[in-house]
């Protein structure tokens, strides 16, 4: 299981990473006077969704990192069940085992 924490650990990093380069491509704003479709607008605002993203899959992985140290990682939330682990591969910051996460929030 030590691997496991090493892989969320590399994948945090390699996240942060993008976050940084996102937000420092993200401080140079497109000239809005060029009008609405302007393609380096869109761009812009595309890359804005997408460094929202990240930053909650860092969130979510920091989460899965801080229950790994706790002993609290791959066991369901709500039920205390062990998460199978073909499911935590797919999702690996999930806090949820297959049954509840199907039983929806
Ligand atoms: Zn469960």
Known sequence: MADRKAELVMELDALNEQ?????????????????VGDPAVTQWELDQALLERLKIHADGLRDAIARYESGKYGICERCGKPIHPDRLAVLPDTTLCIDCAQKGR
């Not at 380069?21 to 009008?35: Q, T």
Request: charged letters at 35%.
């Open 19 to 35: 976050i940084r380069a996102l937000e420092e491509a993200l401080e140079v704003k497109p000239d809005y006077g060029m009008g």
